[in-house]
Protein backbone atom coordinates (compact mmCIF):
# COMPACT_ATOMS: atom_id res chain seq x y z
CA UNK A 1 0.00 0.00 0.00
CA UNK A 2 1.40 3.53 -1.03
CA UNK A 3 -0.06 6.64 0.73
CA UNK A 4 0.80 9.64 -1.54
CA UNK A 5 0.25 13.41 -0.87
CA UNK A 6 -1.51 14.62 -4.51
CA UNK A 7 -4.63 16.45 -3.23
CA UNK A 8 -8.72 16.64 -4.53
CA UNK A 9 -10.94 18.99 -5.59
CA UNK A 10 -14.17 20.74 -4.52
CA UNK A 11 -17.21 18.59 -2.91
CA UNK A 12 -20.49 20.14 -3.72
CA UNK A 13 -23.99 19.95 -2.49
CA UNK A 14 -27.08 18.10 -4.37
CA UNK A 15 -30.71 18.70 -2.91
CA UNK A 16 -32.06 14.88 -1.70
CA UNK A 17 -33.82 12.71 -4.25
CA UNK A 18 -37.04 10.75 -2.53
CA UNK A 19 -36.41 7.09 -1.80
CA UNK A 20 -39.02 5.18 -3.97
CA UNK A 21 -40.14 2.41 -2.75
CA UNK A 22 -40.29 -1.36 -4.35
CA UNK A 23 -42.44 -4.31 -4.34
CA UNK A 24 -43.58 -5.03 -1.05
CA UNK A 25 -42.79 -1.17 0.35
CA UNK A 26 -39.16 -1.76 0.47
CA UNK A 27 -36.73 1.14 0.24
CA UNK A 28 -34.44 1.58 -2.62
CA UNK A 29 -31.28 2.89 -1.86
CA UNK A 30 -31.29 6.41 -2.70
CA UNK A 31 -30.19 7.92 -5.85
CA UNK A 32 -27.10 10.23 -6.23
CA UNK A 33 -27.53 14.10 -7.79
CA UNK A 34 -28.92 14.18 -10.96
CA UNK A 35 -26.77 16.73 -11.86
CA UNK A 36 -23.92 18.73 -10.65
CA UNK A 37 -23.30 21.27 -13.37
CA UNK A 38 -24.92 24.51 -11.82
CA UNK A 39 -22.38 24.16 -8.54
CA UNK A 40 -19.55 22.75 -10.52
CA UNK A 41 -20.16 25.97 -12.74
CA UNK A 42 -20.31 28.52 -10.06
CA UNK A 43 -17.01 27.27 -8.24
CA UNK A 44 -14.87 26.14 -10.79
CA UNK A 45 -13.24 29.39 -11.50
CA UNK A 46 -12.52 30.44 -7.88
CA UNK A 47 -10.10 26.82 -8.49
CA UNK A 48 -6.71 27.61 -9.35
CA UNK A 49 -3.88 25.08 -11.12
CA UNK A 50 -0.87 25.80 -9.09
CA UNK A 51 2.47 25.51 -10.98
CA UNK A 52 5.90 26.02 -9.79
CA UNK A 53 9.25 26.22 -11.01
CA UNK A 54 12.92 24.98 -8.81
CA UNK A 55 16.58 25.47 -10.26
CA UNK A 56 18.40 22.36 -8.94
CA UNK A 57 21.68 21.85 -8.83
CA UNK A 58 22.81 18.22 -11.37
CA UNK A 59 25.37 18.07 -8.43
CA UNK A 60 25.71 14.05 -7.60
CA UNK A 61 23.15 13.50 -10.36
CA UNK A 62 25.82 14.26 -12.77
CA UNK A 63 25.38 10.80 -15.62
CA UNK A 64 28.98 9.76 -16.23
CA UNK A 65 30.62 9.84 -19.47
CA UNK A 66 29.72 5.99 -20.84
CA UNK A 67 32.73 3.47 -20.47
CA UNK A 68 32.67 0.94 -23.09
CA UNK A 69 34.77 -2.46 -23.07
CA UNK A 70 38.55 -2.62 -23.26
CA UNK A 71 39.83 -1.52 -26.83
CA UNK A 72 36.21 -0.71 -28.30
CA UNK A 73 36.68 1.39 -31.27
CA UNK A 74 34.04 3.26 -30.13
CA UNK A 75 35.26 4.90 -26.88
CA UNK A 76 37.26 7.58 -28.29
CA UNK A 77 33.56 9.02 -30.16
CA UNK A 78 32.24 9.12 -26.87
CA UNK A 79 35.61 11.20 -25.88
CA UNK A 80 35.56 13.39 -27.91
CA UNK A 81 31.57 14.38 -27.60
CA UNK A 82 31.76 14.89 -24.04
CA UNK A 83 34.89 16.98 -23.97
CA UNK A 84 34.18 19.21 -26.62
CA UNK A 85 30.90 20.11 -24.41
CA UNK A 86 31.30 23.21 -22.33
CA UNK A 87 31.23 23.24 -18.77
CA UNK A 88 27.71 22.77 -17.01
CA UNK A 89 26.18 21.35 -19.97
CA UNK A 90 25.99 18.09 -20.78
CA UNK A 91 23.54 15.03 -19.60
CA UNK A 92 22.79 15.86 -15.95
CA UNK A 93 25.44 18.73 -15.98
CA UNK A 94 24.91 22.28 -14.15
CA UNK A 95 21.44 23.73 -12.94
CA UNK A 96 18.15 22.52 -14.67
CA UNK A 97 14.54 23.23 -14.03
CA UNK A 98 12.15 21.12 -12.38
CA UNK A 99 8.49 21.77 -12.67
CA UNK A 100 5.70 20.15 -10.36
CA UNK A 101 1.57 21.31 -10.85
CA UNK A 102 -1.31 21.19 -7.82
CA UNK A 103 -4.36 22.68 -6.97
CA UNK A 104 -5.56 25.86 -5.06
CA UNK A 105 -8.52 28.13 -4.37
CA UNK A 106 -9.21 31.45 -3.98
CA UNK A 107 -10.42 32.89 -0.26
CA UNK A 108 -10.21 36.25 -0.60
CA UNK A 109 -10.42 38.12 -4.01
CA UNK A 110 -10.45 41.48 -2.78
CA UNK A 111 -6.79 40.78 -1.39
CA UNK A 112 -5.77 37.81 -3.76
CA UNK A 113 -5.46 34.96 -0.77
CA UNK A 114 -5.31 31.76 -2.37
CA UNK A 115 -4.73 28.32 -0.39
CA UNK A 116 -2.57 25.34 -1.44
CA UNK A 117 -0.88 22.47 0.38
CA UNK A 118 3.03 22.97 1.60
CA UNK A 119 4.45 20.04 -0.35
CA UNK A 120 2.80 21.93 -3.66
CA UNK A 121 5.27 24.80 -3.49
CA UNK A 122 7.61 23.60 -1.14
CA UNK A 123 11.47 25.04 -2.06
CA UNK A 124 9.78 26.68 -4.72
CA UNK A 125 11.91 28.90 -7.20
CA UNK A 126 8.44 30.72 -8.38
CA UNK A 127 4.74 29.95 -7.78
CA UNK A 128 2.27 30.65 -10.39
CA UNK A 129 -1.79 30.40 -9.98
CA UNK A 130 -2.97 29.53 -13.30
CA UNK A 131 -7.04 30.45 -13.26
CA UNK A 132 -9.69 28.30 -15.37
CA UNK A 133 -9.84 31.62 -17.90
CA UNK A 134 -6.18 31.22 -19.00
CA UNK A 135 -5.11 33.82 -17.02
CA UNK A 136 -1.85 33.38 -15.37
CA UNK A 137 -0.65 35.03 -12.19
CA UNK A 138 3.13 35.05 -10.16
CA UNK A 139 1.99 34.30 -6.19
CA UNK A 140 3.83 35.26 -3.50
CA UNK A 141 4.19 32.50 -0.26
CA UNK A 142 3.32 34.82 2.41
CA UNK A 143 2.94 31.34 4.79
CA UNK A 144 3.77 27.51 5.66
CA UNK A 145 3.07 25.13 7.84
CA UNK A 146 4.16 21.53 7.18
CA UNK A 147 2.84 20.31 10.53
CA UNK A 148 -0.45 20.28 8.50
CA UNK A 149 0.60 20.78 5.22
CA UNK A 150 -1.12 23.94 4.45
CA UNK A 151 0.11 27.26 2.66
CA UNK A 152 -1.36 30.73 1.64
CA UNK A 153 -0.54 32.10 -0.96
CA UNK A 154 -1.28 35.90 -2.18
CA UNK A 155 -1.23 37.50 -5.90
CA UNK A 156 -1.96 40.87 -7.34
CA UNK A 157 -6.03 41.64 -7.47
CA UNK A 158 -6.05 43.95 -10.26
CA UNK A 159 -4.13 40.91 -13.01
CA UNK A 160 -7.84 39.52 -12.43
CA UNK A 161 -10.25 41.65 -11.26
CA UNK A 162 -13.13 39.28 -11.75
CA UNK A 163 -11.92 35.82 -9.51
CA UNK A 164 -14.63 34.64 -7.30
CA UNK A 165 -13.71 33.60 -3.41
CA UNK A 166 -15.51 30.43 -2.01
CA UNK A 167 -16.42 30.83 1.57
CA UNK A 168 -15.35 28.06 4.22
CA UNK A 169 -17.62 25.73 5.70
CA UNK A 170 -17.89 23.68 8.72
CA UNK A 171 -16.77 20.18 8.23
CA UNK A 172 -17.82 19.25 11.89
CA UNK A 173 -21.28 19.74 10.77
CA UNK A 174 -20.60 17.24 8.15
CA UNK A 175 -22.23 13.78 8.29
CA UNK A 176 -20.87 9.97 6.69
CA UNK A 177 -22.58 9.68 3.42
CA UNK A 178 -22.77 13.16 2.59
CA UNK A 179 -21.96 14.03 -1.15
CA UNK A 180 -18.80 16.27 -1.42
CA UNK A 181 -17.78 17.71 -5.07
CA UNK A 182 -13.64 17.99 -5.49
CA UNK A 183 -12.33 20.25 -8.49
CA UNK A 184 -8.88 20.29 -9.44
CA UNK A 185 -6.00 19.82 -11.85
CA UNK A 186 -5.33 15.87 -11.96
CA UNK A 187 -2.00 14.72 -13.56
CA UNK A 188 -1.95 18.51 -14.96
CA UNK A 189 -5.13 18.21 -16.77
CA UNK A 190 -6.92 21.53 -15.79
CA UNK A 191 -9.93 21.86 -14.27
CA UNK A 192 -11.50 18.47 -13.15
CA UNK A 193 -14.92 17.96 -11.12
CA UNK A 194 -15.65 14.86 -9.36
CA UNK A 195 -18.17 13.39 -7.08
CA UNK A 196 -18.28 11.75 -3.89
CA UNK A 197 -19.24 11.09 -0.18
CA UNK A 198 -17.84 11.45 2.95
CA UNK A 199 -16.61 8.17 3.51
CA UNK A 200 -15.01 8.62 7.35
CA UNK A 201 -13.92 11.14 9.68
CA UNK A 202 -10.55 11.44 12.18
CA UNK A 203 -8.36 9.48 9.41
CA UNK A 204 -4.85 9.29 10.89
CA UNK A 205 -2.52 8.76 8.03
CA UNK A 206 1.01 9.39 9.72
CA UNK A 207 1.45 12.30 8.41
CA UNK A 208 1.82 14.79 10.73
CA UNK A 209 0.91 15.76 14.53
CA UNK A 210 -2.35 16.75 14.40
CA UNK A 211 -3.87 14.11 11.14
CA UNK A 212 -7.31 14.10 11.60
CA UNK A 213 -8.59 13.41 7.77
CA UNK A 214 -12.11 13.69 6.49
CA UNK A 215 -11.71 10.40 4.16
CA UNK A 216 -13.59 10.37 0.54
CA UNK A 217 -14.30 8.37 -2.07
CA UNK A 218 -14.45 11.61 -4.78
CA UNK A 219 -11.52 11.01 -8.02
CA UNK A 220 -8.56 12.86 -7.10
CA UNK A 221 -5.19 12.08 -8.69
CA UNK A 222 -1.95 13.27 -8.63
CA UNK A 223 -2.40 17.31 -9.12
CA UNK A 224 -5.38 17.37 -7.19
CA UNK A 225 -3.36 18.45 -4.01
CA UNK A 226 -4.18 21.80 -2.51
CA UNK A 227 -7.72 21.78 -4.02
CA UNK A 228 -11.18 22.11 -1.95
CA UNK A 229 -13.34 19.43 -1.44
CA UNK A 230 -16.76 21.25 -1.38
CA UNK A 231 -20.38 20.39 0.52
CA UNK A 232 -23.29 20.69 -1.55
CA UNK A 233 -23.69 24.35 -0.79
CA UNK A 234 -20.53 25.07 -2.69
CA UNK A 235 -18.47 25.67 0.85
CA UNK A 236 -15.33 24.47 1.38
CA UNK A 237 -15.12 21.62 3.75
CA UNK A 238 -11.31 20.29 3.33
CA UNK A 239 -8.27 20.78 1.53
CA UNK A 240 -7.28 17.82 -0.81
CA UNK A 241 -4.38 16.35 0.34
CA UNK A 242 -3.24 12.67 0.16
CA UNK A 243 -4.27 9.40 -1.22
CA UNK A 244 -4.11 5.88 -0.54
CA UNK A 245 -2.67 4.00 -3.89
CA UNK A 246 -0.74 0.81 -4.75
CA UNK A 247 -0.11 2.76 -8.48
CA UNK A 248 -0.41 6.52 -7.64
CA UNK A 249 -4.07 6.71 -9.16
CA UNK A 250 -7.61 6.60 -7.42
CA UNK A 251 -8.88 3.92 -5.96
CA UNK A 252 -11.65 5.62 -3.90
CA UNK A 253 -9.36 6.44 -0.74
CA UNK A 254 -8.33 9.90 -0.41
CA UNK A 255 -8.03 12.58 2.30
CA UNK A 256 -8.74 15.94 2.89
CA UNK A 257 -7.76 18.52 6.05
CA UNK A 258 -10.67 19.74 7.28
CA UNK A 259 -11.38 23.24 7.76
CA UNK A 260 -12.19 23.53 11.16
CA UNK A 261 -8.41 22.33 11.61
CA UNK A 262 -7.36 24.55 8.92
CA UNK A 263 -9.48 27.53 9.45
CA UNK A 264 -7.29 28.49 12.54
CA UNK A 265 -3.62 27.87 10.99
CA UNK A 266 -4.66 29.85 7.87
CA UNK A 267 -5.40 32.92 9.42
CA UNK A 268 -2.43 32.83 11.59
CA UNK A 269 0.01 32.43 8.28
CA UNK A 270 -2.15 35.17 6.68
CA UNK A 271 -1.24 37.71 9.75
CA UNK A 272 1.89 36.34 10.98
CA UNK A 273 3.50 34.49 8.52
CA UNK A 274 3.37 31.78 10.72
CA UNK A 275 1.82 29.52 13.08
CA UNK A 276 1.69 30.37 16.60
CA UNK A 277 0.49 27.32 18.53
CA UNK A 278 -0.21 26.86 22.06
CA UNK A 279 2.08 24.57 23.85
CA UNK A 280 1.84 22.21 27.32
CA UNK A 281 5.27 21.31 27.32
CA UNK A 282 4.58 17.38 28.35
CA UNK A 283 5.50 13.95 26.56
CA UNK A 284 2.56 11.67 26.35
CA UNK A 285 1.77 8.54 25.75
CA UNK A 286 -1.58 5.96 25.25
CA UNK A 287 -3.44 4.86 27.87
CA UNK A 288 -4.26 1.54 27.57
CA UNK A 289 -6.57 -0.91 29.17
CA UNK A 290 -3.46 -2.29 31.39
CA UNK A 291 -2.66 1.40 32.19
CA UNK A 292 -6.37 2.51 32.32
CA UNK A 293 -6.78 -0.95 35.07
CA UNK A 294 -3.65 -0.61 37.16
CA UNK A 295 -4.37 3.29 37.82
CA UNK A 296 -7.72 2.12 38.55
CA UNK A 297 -9.69 4.45 36.25
CA UNK A 298 -13.24 3.04 34.84
CA UNK A 299 -12.67 3.53 31.52
CA UNK A 300 -9.47 3.64 29.08
CA UNK A 301 -9.28 7.59 28.06
CA UNK A 302 -6.68 10.29 28.28
CA UNK A 303 -3.36 10.93 27.80
CA UNK A 304 -1.07 9.60 30.26
CA UNK A 305 1.94 12.27 30.89
CA UNK A 306 5.44 10.58 30.58
CA UNK A 307 7.68 13.04 30.98
CA UNK A 308 7.49 17.26 31.80
CA UNK A 309 9.70 19.69 29.90
CA UNK A 310 12.29 21.50 31.54
CA UNK A 311 11.77 25.05 31.31
CA UNK A 312 8.20 24.23 30.01
CA UNK A 313 4.64 26.22 30.98
CA UNK A 314 3.87 22.91 33.90
CA UNK A 315 7.82 22.64 35.16
CA UNK A 316 6.43 24.08 38.19
CA UNK A 317 4.91 21.18 39.44
CA UNK A 318 1.51 21.69 38.48
CA UNK A 319 1.28 18.68 35.75
CA UNK A 320 3.45 15.53 36.99
CA UNK A 321 4.85 12.31 35.11
CA UNK A 322 1.90 10.01 35.92
CA UNK A 323 -0.81 12.08 35.71
CA UNK A 324 -3.58 11.69 33.49
CA UNK A 325 -5.16 14.11 31.26
CA UNK A 326 -8.64 13.90 30.94
CA UNK A 327 -10.04 17.35 30.11
CA UNK A 328 -8.42 20.79 28.61
CA UNK A 329 -9.85 23.59 28.75
CA UNK A 330 -13.51 22.50 28.89
CA UNK A 331 -13.21 19.71 26.06
CA UNK A 332 -12.74 16.05 26.90
CA UNK A 333 -9.49 13.99 25.64
CA UNK A 334 -10.50 10.71 24.09
CA UNK A 335 -7.46 9.69 23.36
CA UNK A 336 -3.52 10.71 23.41
CA UNK A 337 -3.49 11.62 20.21
CA UNK A 338 -6.18 14.60 20.24
CA UNK A 339 -4.62 16.29 23.12
CA UNK A 340 -1.53 17.91 21.20
CA UNK A 341 -4.29 18.95 18.24
CA UNK A 342 -6.26 20.67 21.32
CA UNK A 343 -3.89 22.18 22.93
CA UNK A 344 -1.99 23.46 19.54
CA UNK A 345 -5.62 25.28 18.79
CA UNK A 346 -5.01 27.25 21.84
CA UNK A 347 -3.76 30.89 21.92
CA UNK A 348 -0.41 31.33 23.50
CA UNK A 349 -0.96 32.72 26.73
CA UNK A 350 -4.11 32.00 27.47
CA UNK A 351 -4.92 30.22 31.19
CA UNK A 352 -6.38 27.08 30.89
CA UNK A 353 -7.82 24.63 33.20
CA UNK A 354 -6.64 21.04 32.82
CA UNK A 355 -8.18 18.23 34.61
CA UNK A 356 -6.12 15.29 35.67
CA UNK A 357 -6.25 11.94 37.19
CA UNK A 358 -3.59 12.01 40.22
CA UNK A 359 -3.79 9.13 42.57
CA UNK A 360 -6.82 7.72 41.57
CA UNK A 361 -8.48 11.42 42.58
CA UNK A 362 -9.56 13.88 39.69
CA UNK A 363 -7.70 17.42 40.06
CA UNK A 364 -8.05 20.47 38.23
CA UNK A 365 -5.01 22.33 37.43
CA UNK A 366 -4.66 25.92 36.18
CA UNK A 367 -1.90 26.09 33.35
CA UNK A 368 -1.29 29.44 31.21
CA UNK A 369 0.55 27.70 27.73
CA UNK A 370 3.59 28.38 26.29
CA UNK A 371 4.26 28.93 22.39
CA UNK A 372 5.15 25.85 20.55
CA UNK A 373 7.88 26.69 18.38
CA UNK A 374 9.41 28.77 21.34
CA UNK A 375 9.51 25.50 22.96
CA UNK A 376 10.38 23.06 20.61
CA UNK A 377 14.00 22.89 21.15
CA UNK A 378 13.34 22.53 24.87
CA UNK A 379 11.02 19.79 24.33
CA UNK A 380 14.79 17.61 22.55
CA UNK A 381 16.21 18.23 26.01
CA UNK A 382 16.34 15.21 27.91
CA UNK A 383 15.52 15.97 31.89
CA UNK A 384 17.72 17.71 34.48
CA UNK A 385 20.69 15.56 36.10
CA UNK A 386 20.39 14.54 40.07
CA UNK A 387 22.79 13.20 41.70
CA UNK A 388 24.29 9.46 41.28
CA UNK A 389 22.74 6.64 42.83
CA UNK A 390 25.59 4.27 44.66
CA UNK A 391 26.93 1.16 43.86
CA UNK A 392 24.56 -1.98 43.41
CA UNK A 393 24.59 -3.64 46.89
CA UNK A 394 21.39 -5.96 45.56
CA UNK A 395 20.24 -7.70 42.97
CA UNK A 396 16.51 -9.86 42.83
CA UNK A 397 15.01 -11.32 39.72
CA UNK A 398 11.29 -10.51 39.11
CA UNK A 399 8.85 -10.86 35.96
CA UNK A 400 11.74 -12.19 33.85
CA UNK A 401 13.65 -9.07 34.70
CA UNK A 402 17.21 -9.19 36.90
CA UNK A 403 17.58 -5.45 38.79
CA UNK A 404 20.17 -3.47 40.99
CA UNK A 405 20.38 -0.89 42.09
CA UNK A 406 21.70 1.96 39.84
CA UNK A 407 25.46 3.02 40.15
CA UNK A 408 28.57 3.96 38.06
CA UNK A 409 29.24 0.35 37.61
CA UNK A 410 25.81 0.15 36.13
CA UNK A 411 26.01 3.62 34.14
CA UNK A 412 29.04 2.98 32.56
CA UNK A 413 27.78 -0.77 31.18
CA UNK A 414 24.50 0.40 29.88
CA UNK A 415 25.58 3.88 28.97
CA UNK A 416 23.12 5.39 31.27
CA UNK A 417 22.89 8.83 30.73
CA UNK A 418 23.61 11.35 34.15
CA UNK A 419 19.93 13.29 33.07
CA UNK A 420 18.76 9.30 34.58
CA UNK A 421 18.93 10.86 38.24
CA UNK A 422 17.74 7.38 40.12
CA UNK A 423 16.10 4.53 40.28
CA UNK A 424 16.34 0.99 39.91
CA UNK A 425 18.62 -0.53 36.42
CA UNK A 426 17.21 -3.58 34.95
CA UNK A 427 20.44 -5.66 34.10
CA UNK A 428 18.46 -8.61 32.36
CA UNK A 429 15.41 -9.45 31.11
CA UNK A 430 14.42 -13.33 30.47
CA UNK A 431 13.06 -13.96 26.91
CA UNK A 432 9.09 -14.24 26.90
CA UNK A 433 8.67 -12.83 29.81
CA UNK A 434 6.36 -11.03 30.78
CA UNK A 435 8.38 -7.86 30.74
CA UNK A 436 10.15 -8.91 27.09
CA UNK A 437 6.85 -8.63 26.09
CA UNK A 438 6.28 -5.34 27.76
CA UNK A 439 9.12 -4.30 25.34
CA UNK A 440 11.34 -4.20 28.58
CA UNK A 441 15.13 -4.06 27.81
CA UNK A 442 18.37 -4.06 30.14
CA UNK A 443 19.60 -0.74 30.53
CA UNK A 444 15.88 0.43 31.24
CA UNK A 445 15.99 1.74 34.67
CA UNK A 446 12.73 1.43 36.79
CA UNK A 447 12.10 5.05 38.18
CA UNK A 448 8.87 4.85 40.07
CA UNK A 449 5.83 1.73 40.56
CA UNK A 450 2.24 2.45 40.83
CA UNK A 451 3.09 6.39 40.66
CA UNK A 452 6.23 5.65 43.50
CA UNK A 453 9.58 6.37 43.48
CA UNK A 454 11.88 3.61 43.96
CA UNK A 455 15.35 3.35 44.39
CA UNK A 456 16.05 -0.26 45.17
CA UNK A 457 15.36 -3.73 44.74
CA UNK A 458 13.68 -3.75 47.60
CA UNK A 459 11.61 -1.20 46.51
CA UNK A 460 10.68 -2.64 43.71
CA UNK A 461 9.52 -5.76 45.91
CA UNK A 462 7.59 -4.07 48.21
CA UNK A 463 5.64 -2.07 45.55
CA UNK A 464 4.28 -5.71 43.85
CA UNK A 465 3.76 -7.21 47.14
CA UNK A 466 1.03 -3.86 48.07
CA UNK A 467 -0.53 -3.86 45.01
CA UNK A 468 -0.86 -8.04 45.01
CA UNK A 469 -2.18 -7.34 48.19
CA UNK A 470 -4.81 -4.87 46.91
CA UNK A 471 -5.94 -7.43 44.18
CA UNK A 472 -3.95 -5.60 41.63
CA UNK A 473 -3.67 -7.56 38.31
CA UNK A 474 -1.09 -4.88 36.82
CA UNK A 475 1.96 -3.04 38.04
CA UNK A 476 2.24 0.21 36.21
CA UNK A 477 5.80 1.19 35.81
CA UNK A 478 8.11 4.67 34.76
CA UNK A 479 10.37 2.97 33.24
CA UNK A 480 13.77 5.72 31.49
CA UNK A 481 16.07 4.72 28.64
CA UNK A 482 19.05 5.27 28.77
CA UNK A 483 18.87 8.57 27.14
CA UNK A 484 16.77 9.79 29.82
CA UNK A 485 13.22 9.47 27.79
CA UNK A 486 10.78 8.46 30.13
CA UNK A 487 7.59 6.18 29.26
CA UNK A 488 5.13 3.79 30.98
CA UNK A 489 4.54 -0.14 30.59
CA UNK A 490 2.35 -2.25 33.00
CA UNK A 491 3.33 -5.34 33.51
CA UNK A 492 0.72 -8.83 34.76
CA UNK A 493 1.43 -9.53 38.68
CA UNK A 494 -1.66 -11.64 38.90
Known sequence: ????????????????????????????????????????????????????????????????????????????FFDEFFDSLPDGEGPGRGERSVQSLGSGFVIDAEEGIIVTNNHVIADADEVVANFNDGSSITAEIIGTDPKTDLAVLKIDPSENPDMQAVPLGDSEAMRVGDWVLAIGNPFGLGGSVSVGIVSAFGRDINSGPYDNFIQTDAAINRGNSGGPLFNMNGEVIGINTAIISPSGGSIGIGFAIPTDLAIGVIEQLREFGETRRGWLGV???????????????DQTMGALVAGVIEG?????????????IITFDGKPVETMRELPRIVAESPVGKEVDVVVLRDGEEQTVQVTLGRLEDGEQL?????????????????VELFGMTLAELGDAQREQFGISDEVSGGVVVTAVEEGSAAANRGVAAGDVIVEIAQESVSTPADVEEAITALQESDRRNALLMLAGTDGALRFVTIRID
Do not use: C, K, W
Not at 283 to 295: K, M, P
Not at 379 to 395: F, H, K, R, Y
Open 379 to 395: ALTAEPAGEDGGEAVET
Open 1 to 76: MVLATLGIAALTAVQPVPVPLGQGGIAHAQEGPQSLADLSDRLIDSVVNISTSQRVSGGERNVPRPRLPEGSPFQE
Open 283 to 297: RIQQVTDDIAESLGM
Open 312 to 324: GPVDDGSIEPGDV
